[in-house]
C-alpha cells in the first residue's frame, strides 16, 4: 500500500491535535488543584458605562457584549479576580471618592446577586476557601490614588469596606506619586517620584495590610517604593519591557528588584503593552512569561489580563474563558507544573501572606493621621478645615485645652 502525502498530512494534523489536547488537558488538571488567580478585571466599569451601575438590569450570566461573565468565569476556570474599582483621572479633585465607592458597592452588589459563583474575599485564606468550594474569590483593587483624594482616612476607610490593593496612580499624576507617562516625556513630574507623604502612604498600607500596586506609575515610583516598603508588592497588571517597549511595561532593572522583595508582575494581555502594536496574539503573550522567568524567576510571575479594561486582546484570548490555553502554551514551552502552578496563583497568594504577616507584625503601630500638606491639595473644590490659617499640616503642633477652648470660641465670632 502506498501512502500519499495527503495521508501523511492528515496524520500530522491529528498527531499535533493530540499533543495540544495533550497540554490542555495537563494545564485544567494543575488548574484543578492550584487556584487561578488574576490580578486585574474591568468589568465593573463596564457596568458602569453600559447600566450606569443598575445590576438589576444585568444578567452576568447572558451578558455577552464584554469579555467577561459567569459562563467565561467557569470555562477559564478563574478561581480568584481582583475587580478593579476604577473610575478615570477626570474626577480627580471632583467627585472621585463617591464614584470609587459606587464602584466598590457594585462589586459587593455583584457577589451578593450570584452567590453561587462568587464570593467575597478579604484575604488569602478567603481566596483557597471560595477555591474549595468551586466559587470565583472576588477581591477589590482600587485602580488610581486619586480615587482616595489624598487621604489616608480614606485609605482606611477603603480597607474596612474590602479594598485589598490600591494602584498608586492611574494615567495621571497624583499629588503625590507621579505616573508612567511621566517617563514619556508627555507628562511633567510633579513629585520626583513620590513624594514624603507618598512615602507615609506606602507605610500605611503596609500597616493596614493593602497590597501596593505599582502597575501605571513611574520607574522612578517603582524603584522607591521598592526601597520603601517592608511588605513585597505587585504589578497588578503590567508585562516585560525588554518584549514591548511600553513604559507601561517593567524594565530588567525592577524585575530584578521584584525578585529581591519577593512580588510579582501579573501578565498584562492587551495588545500594545504586549506587542506594542495592535495585533497580537496567545504566543506573543506567553514570550512575556518567558522573559521574566528568564530574567527574574518564575517565582516572581502571575496573570494580569486586564480584560474589560482595554479594546484590544490577542488572538486566542479573546475572554477570560481562553485562561486554559495560555497556560497549555507554558506547558507546551517545557515549564514544569511547580512553575505553573507558581503563576497560576501561588505567587500571589505568598505575596498576600506576606502583606498579612507585615499588618499582624505592625498592629501595636498608631494609624498615621497627619494630613498632607494643603499646599499640596489646595484647588476651588477643597476647603480647608483643621488647617491652621497659614497652611501646613505637618507643623501642626498638639493644641493646650486652654487653646482649643480659644480656637473654638474664636470660630463662632
Not at 191 to 196: A, D, P, R, T, V
Not at 210 to 219: C, G, T
Not at 308 to 326: A, F, H, I, W
Amino acid at each position: 500500500m502506498r501512502l500519499t502525502p495527503a495521508f501523511w498530512a492528515v496524520v500530522g494534523v491529528l498527531t499535533l491535535g493530540a499533543a495540544a489536547d495533550q497540554y490542555r488537558e495537563r494545564a485544567l488538571e494543575l488548574m484543578r488543584t492550584t487556584p487561578l488567580i488574576d490580578g486585574h478585571n474591568d468589568l465593573p466599569w463596564q457596568l458602569k458605562i453600559l447600566f450606569n451601575n443598575q445590576l438589576n438590569h444585568v444578567d452576568l450570566h447572558s451578558l455577552n457584549n464584554t469579555h467577561t461573565n459567569i459562563p467565561k468565569i467557569k470555562a477559564g476556570r478563574l478561581a480568584a479576580q481582583f475587580w478593579a474599582a476604577y473610575v478615570p483621572c477626570e474626577t480627580q479633585n471632583k467627585d472621585a471618592v463617591r464614584q470609587t465607592l459606587e464602584q466598590i458597592d457594585l462589586i459587593h452588589r455583584m457577589c451578593d446577586k450570584y452567590p453561587e459563583e462568587l464570593t467575597f474575599a478579604e484575604s488569602s485564606q478567603d481566596i483557597m476557601d471560595a477555591f474549595v468550594q468551586n466559587k470565583t474569590a472576588s477581591l477589590i483593587g482600587i485602580e488610581g490614588g486619586h480615587s482616595i483624594d489624598s487621604s489616608l482616612g480614606s485609605l482606611r476607610s477603603m480597607y474596612l469596606l474590602g479594598v485589598r490593593y490600591l494602584t498608586l496612580t492611574h494615567s495621571c499624576n497624583t499629588p503625590w506619586a507621579d505616573n508612567w507617562l511621566v517617563d514619556t516625556g508627555s507628562t511633567p513630574s510633579e513629585n520626583n517620584g513620590l513624594s514624603e507623604f507618598g512615602i507615609r502612604l506606602i507605610r500605611e498600607m503596609n500597616r493596614l495590610g493593602m497590597l501596593v500596586d505599582l502597575a501605571h506609575v513611574s520607574v522612578e515610583v517603582m524603584k522607591k517604593v521598592l526601597q520603601v516598603s517592608e511588605a513585597p508588592v505587585i504589578f497588578s497588571h503590567s508585562s516585560a519591557f525588554a518584549v514591548c517597549p511600553s513604559k507601561r511595561n517593567v524594565p530588567d532593572e525592577v524585575l530584578s528588584m521584584v525578585k529581591d522583595k519577593q512580588g510579582v508582575v501579573m501578565v498584562n494581555f492587551y495588545n500594545d503593552y504586549v506587542t506594542c502594536s495592535s495585533r497580537a496574539n496567545l504566543s506573543q503573550v506567553a514570550d512575556h512569561f518567558d522573559y521574566i522567568k528568564k530574567v527574574a524567576d518564575a517565582s516572581i510571575i502571575g496573570f494580569g489580563g486586564d480584560y474589560d479594561g482595554v479594546g484590544r486582546v490577542p488572538e486566542g484570548l479573546e475572554d477570560v474563558s481562553k485562561y486554559p490555553d495560555l497556560v497549555a502554551e507554558l506547558l507546551r514551552r517545557n515549564w514544569s507544573d511547580q512553575e505553573v502552578k507558581m503563576a497560576l496563583g501561588e505567587n500571589l497568594l505568598r505575596v498576600f501572606k506576606a502583606v498579612e504577616k507585615v499588618r499582624d507584625s505592625m498592629k501595636r503601630t498608631a494609624p498615621d493621621d497627619v494630613p498632607i500638606p494643603y499646599e499640596q491639595v489646595q484647588n476651588p473644590c477643597r476647603t480647608s478645615y483643621g488647617y491652621p490659617p497659614d497652611d501646613s499640616a505637618s507643623s501642626l503642633l498638639p493644641l493646650s485645652p486652654m487653646l482649643l477652648i480659644l480656637a473654638q470660641t474664636l470660630s463662632h465670632l
